[in-house]
């Protein structure tokens, strides 16, 4: 059984903090990792990719991969409001081009004011 | 780049009845399309894998028979809940994908649906 776990939350966080978010899954073949953004309501939206080992930032965001821990996270800078929403960690395992996603249960943020 | 549309976004219909729900691609060839469901306050669950031309990969427990799902062109998948139920309302939730190397899935807006 491919599992993504998650801490639900919610997580709060002051404004314009550091937000964690922490992901570890249990597929060691697992090659690409995403983290999606879900607000109230809403469907997901990406937020970004990560696959190799290591950090990728783009903007306030930064994803972090050690694939010896198993282990994702993603860092939020300077929180702002509008960041708070439920965070979604998905794997992709085995080869590229098995689509299929495993995703976490979700961790909800909330950036106070 | 990379868009979904989903129509309706919000659908009520009779205990009995039929609805269609589409997932278009606008901008991208989706060589896979994805149907999802979503109950309040839980994650997301996947329902079926979708190919264009070919017939749909369900999920275990997921039937077949009642969530017809075709995938009739590189930019557009159906899902048609047949004889809905109350407890067929949730949201539900489409993506596709490129088939690039990153394999990522973009999400379509969703279909509220309410059978009463």
């Known amino acids: 059984q491919k599992e993504v776990e998650q801490n639900s939350g919610p997580l709060s966080v002051p404004e314009g903090a550091i937000a964690s978010l922490n992901c570890t899954y249990s597929d060691r073949g697992s090659q690409s990792f995403f983290w999606y953004r879900q607000y109230s309501g809403k469907s997901p939206e990406l937020i970004m990719f990560?696959?190799?080992?290591g950090d990728k930032e783009d903007g306030r965001f930064t994803a972090q991969l050690n694939k010896a821990s198993q282990y994702v996270s993603l860092l939020i800078r300077d929180s702002q409001p509008s960041d708070s929403a439920t965070y979604l960690c998905a794997v992709n395992s085995a080869n590229f081009g098995n689509e299929k996603l495993t995703f976490g249960t979700g961790t909800r943020l909330t950036i106070i004011p | 780049g990379a868009v979904v549309s989903q129509h309706p976004s919000r659908v009520i219909c009779k205990s009995g009845t039929s609805v269609k729900i589409e997932c278009r691609s606008l901008?991208?060839?989706?060589?896979?399309m994805f149907w999802y469901r979503q109950f309040p306050k839980q994650s997301l669950m996947l329902m079926a894998t979708s190919n264009e031309g070919s017939k749909a990969t369900y999920e275990q427990g997921v039937e077949k028979d009642k969530f017809l799902i075709n995938h009739a062109s590189l930019t557009l998948s159906t899902l048609t809940v047949t004889s809905a139920h109350p407890e067929d309302s949730s949201f539900y939730i489409c993506?596709?994908?490129?088939?690039?190397?990153?394999?990522?899935?973009?999400f379509g807006p969703g279909t509220r649906l309410t059978v009463l």
């Open positions: 990560i696959y190799s080992n």
């Open positions: 901008d991208f060839q989706a060589t896979t």
């Open positions: 993506s596709a994908t490129s088939g690039d190397y990153t394999d990522t899935q973009y």
